[in-house]
């Protein structure tokens, strides 16, 4: 999230996050067609009768976000805001954290500390959501 987006009222920062995840699908829902359209292009050119290869859409990189918690907060509060601040989260230490892709919680797990780094966290997969 930008410093822009941080200044703006959590409703309209809400919005912000809710609408950059809406045009992040629909890119990656426009990218992926577009791959399809090329491998089908590529059957039909080849003369093969078997259905493309899902290599390409395989590969294609997406954002990983592992989210902490949240709060709601006034726009006072917000801009008052110093360093040292501490901010309360929805959450309590030990309750799982969300995995999100895209804007869409697809899991939850524990924070973990990687065993061959002990310097990075790392996340232990508890649930793996199933979507509709």
Avoid at 5 to 28: D, F, G, Y
Avoid at 73 to 79: D, N
Avoid at 100 to 112: L, P, S
């Amino acid at each position: 999230m930008s410093k822009a987006t941080a200044k703006l009222a959590p409703e309209a920062a809400e919005e912000t996050v809710i609408a950059s995840s809406e045009e992040s699908k629909q890119v990656n829902a426009e990218t992926i067609e577009e791959l399809q359209g090329v491998l089908l292009e590529q059957q039909k050119r080849s003369g093969r009768e078997e259905p493309p290869k899902n290599d390409l859409i395989m590969n294609i990189p997406v954002e990983v976000q592992i989210v902490l918690g949240s709060t709601t907060m006034s726009v006072s509060e917000l801009m008052s805001l110093q360093k040292g601040a501490t901010i309360a989260l929805d959450r309590r230490i030990g309750e799982p954290v969300d995995v999100v892709v895209n804007g869409r919680r697809i899991a939850r797990g524990e924070i973990t500390v990687l065993e061959n780094d002990p310097s990075r966290f790392g996340i232990q997969l508890i649930e793996i959501i199933s979507g509709n």
